[in-house]
């Protein structure tokens, strides 16, 4: 037989359990920028921009397909755009 105390512990337990879930869920990702020369630090912003992903993070690298790249504006101007929409700019040098 259950008690009503050790019910009320399992309960108040589960509800937190519950809130904390639904805050994470309800939390924006930060979004990261990554830059740098693109083919002298191929494998270091792989792993950085992977290792960022796993964390549960955004990241914008410009070699990757997530990059929105208009085609009428230069590439420069298109990274400046992404920065203005990321939460932390990483310069990898």
Do not use: W
């Not at 992977?50 to 690298?61: D, H, M, T």
């Amino acid at each position: 037989m259950v008690s009503l105390g050790s019910y009320r512990v399992c309960r108040q337990a589960h509800l937190r359990k519950r809130q904390r879930r639904d805050y994470h869920l309800s939390v924006k990702p930060p979004t990261f920028f990554l830059s740098s020369t693109i083919y002298d630090f191929r494998d270091l912003r792989s792993a950085v921009k992977f290792y960022l992903e796993e964390l549960g993070c955004r990241v914008l690298a410009s070699e990757y397909n997530d990059f929105l790249k208009p085609l009428d504006r230069h590439s420069y101007e298109a990274c400046l755009k992404a920065i203005e929409q990321t939460d932390y700019f990483v310069l990898v040098g």
